[in-house]
């Protein structure tokens, strides 16, 4: 048999060889694909006139075929570091399972692409999704928490929309390109106060001395800056309602959730993959503003709607769940803070010791997810970019607007991958002594 599968990065012959052209990876990614043994699965076809692949017209068809399993090499996928922009390190386990579940999802006969968001299957998954975000944060009474879709970046708009009056001012701490865009929006909706901003001095420190009016009608940060490596770990004092975008350093360390009246992150750094949005909401600061929301928009309704007043996120939700269920396995938060400092304390150390590599931002500000750093001789950075990827090492370029080098190492990054960059530092200095 002869079927065709094709799109505009791979194409997949299903026939008696099970053959997997995989044109359109890149090497790395080829390099960590590992053929297993193949097994039988149901494969849903939808047959399509675009495709040449079966009969014309819409027709669903099941059809016994030999598939094989893929998955990554551990030792490759240990050295891989994850681009910033990019989704999340997954454990080897969640991969397992959500693959699973993409051939059959909880014994209903469907795949989790397939399954209606409103039946009992699913409905389980949303509330098992939030019960662990209660449960991991510990998360107060008084507190609500959603998911929501359009990632960190639509919360810039609905933050201001729910929670700032046309004749308010927000006060806003500008610490990198997300505070910018975040202050941005809320432009549109009423006054911004700019309480302090290191954007002078390219986001290499996080601003100390500042105060926040008390009329304000909230006050709004970023807990870490993926872009310049600085994460602010202590919630400045105010008496005014704190939001906090906390996308990228999420679930990698205690956090007091009292301490806030607003928590968004988009879930594709600590949480799960991307295209959903976590909310956490204090309950008692909605339905204050004197405007009328679009739905879709509005906290109180997808709070009410129960995370389902549209089509939510399937896959993405489901693989969340199983993401938390990892790190409550883990032993929840308070361990995984642990493995993350031990993780920074390391390559900081190795920053700070090799003569060739020097960090960007101060001491103090350093970020635990987003170690940046440079090389004292800039011609050197290329070739120690060469040098790694030679051992296997990927993702760790920095911005264009940083530059030298990156390191993003989110919590499903084992410490052994931080070993093996931290030994081609030293490898690297000792050619070039």
Known sequence: MGLRLQSDQIQVDLDEKSAVDTTGFSKANSDRLVQNPTYKVHLNLIYSSSLPIGPPGPQRHTERFKIP????????????????????????????????????????????????????????????????????????????????????????????????AENQTAAYLNTGVWATKALKEAKLFGNVNVVASSKEDNFTFIPKDFDI???????????????????????????????????????????????????????????????LTLAIVKDDLLGKVDRQIPSMLDYKVQIEGGSMYNTPPVFSIY???????????????????????????????????????????????RSRMNVCFVMENPELEKPFLKFAEDRGIIGIKGHRSVGGFRASMYNALPITSVHVLIEAMQEFAEKHR
Not at 80 to 109: H, M, R, W, Y
Not at 140 to 164: D, I, K, T
Not at 242 to 263: A, H, P
Not at 322 to 342: C, D, H, P, Q, T
Request: with cysteine.
């Open 213 to 275: 009016p008390k009329d304000s009608a909230y006050f709004h940060y970023t807990s870490n800056n993926t872009i310049y490596g600085t994460e602010l770990m202590t919630v400045p004092e105010t008496n005014v309602p704190v939001v906090c975008d906390m996308s990228s350093d999420i679930f990698s360390r205690v956090i007091d959730v009292s301490q806030f009246g607003l928590i968004y992150a988009g879930a594709q750094k600590n949480m799960g993959p991307a295209g």
């Open 69 to 164: 399993a893929y998955k990554r090499v551990d030792i490759g996928f240990s050295k891989d570091f994850a681009d910033p922009e990019s989704p999340c390190i997954l454990p080897q386990e969640v991969f397992k399972q959500a693959s699973q579940a993409v051939l059959e999802f909880n014994g209903t006969g469907l795949s989790i692409l397939e399954i209606s968001h409103r039946t009992p299957e699913f409905e389980a998954v949303v509330d098992e999704t939030i019960q662990l975000v209660k449960e991991l944060l510990n998360v107060p009474e008084g507190y609500s928490v959603v998911l929501l879709q359009g990632g960190a970046s639509l919360q810039f708009s609905m933050v201001p929309m729910n929670l700032l």
């Open 319 to 365: 693989v969340a769940m199983l993401n938390l269920r990892w790190l409550k396995s883990k032993g929840g938060v308070a361990e995984i803070e642990k493995e993350n400092i031990a993780k920074a304390e390391a390559l900081y150390r190795e920053i700070d010791r090799n003569p060739l590599f020097k960090g960007t931002c101060k001491v103090e500000d």
